[in-house]
C-alpha cells in the first residue's frame, strides 16, 4: 500500500528519479539526529545531465525553474532513500538552498528556485514550506544552471 506521499506523488504525475550516487568523495545525504541534509542536487534525468548553461544567455528563468524542479525531484529521491523508501517518515522540509549559474545581470535568483520550492510544497502540503536562500553564482559543477540542496525533518 502507497504511502501518503507516495499518493500525492502519483496524483501530481510525478516520478522520482533514482537517488544518484555521489559525483565525488561526499555522500549524498546524512541523517543526524532528526534531519536528513541532503547533498547539492544538480539536474540528472534518467542518466543524463539537464540544464547545461548560464540563466540569463542560455536559458530563461522559467527554464531554469524547471531545472531547479529536477534538482528537488532529486533531493526528494535522496531523501526517500535516506528514509528507508518511505517518505511518509518525513515530518518537513526544513530548508532549501538555491544556486543559480548566472549572467552578473541576472537579478530573479528566487523566481528560479520556486521551481524547487513549489514542488516541496506540492508534494508535502504545509510542511512543504520551508526556509531557503536563492543566489547568484558565476559557475556551477559540470556547467549545470542550477544546483539545490537542503533539509529534511524526520518525524
Not at 565525488?24 to 546524512?30: F, L, W
Not at 535516506?82 to 526544513?94: F, N, Y
Request: aromatic share 6%.
Amino acid at each position: 500500500m502507497a504511502g501518503v506521499i507516495e499518493a500525492r506523488l502519483a496524483e501530481l504525475g510525478v516520478e522520482l528519479p533514482a537517488a544518484a550516487a555521489p559525483a565525488a568523495n561526499y555522500v549524498p545525504y546524512v541523517v543526524s539526529g532528526k534531519l536528513i541534509m541532503v547533498a547539492g542536487q544538480v539536474p540528472f534525468w534518467n542518466g543524463e545531465l539537464k540544464g547545461i548553461g548560464k540563466v540569463g544567455r542560455d536559458l530563461n528563468t522559467e527554464q531554469a525553474a524547471d531545472i531547479a524542479r529536477i534538482c528537488a525531484l532529486n533531493l526528494i529521491a535522496q531523501a526517500k532513500a535516506a528514509c528507508g523508501g518511505d517518505l511518509d517518515k518525513i515530518a518537513r522540509v526544513v530548508k532549501l538552498g538555491g544556486f543559480v549559474n548566472c549572467v552578473d545581470e541576472f537579478t530573479q535568483q528566487p523566481e528560479v528556485v520556486n521551481g524547487a520550492s513549489n514542488l516541496m510544497v506540492d508534494v508535502f502540503g504545509d510542511a512543504g514550506t520551508h526556509a531557503r536562500f536563492a543566489v547568484g553564482t558565476n559557475s556551477l559543477p559540470r556547467g549545470v544552471a542550477v544546483e539545490v540542496d537542503g533539509i529534511f525533518e524526520l518525524k
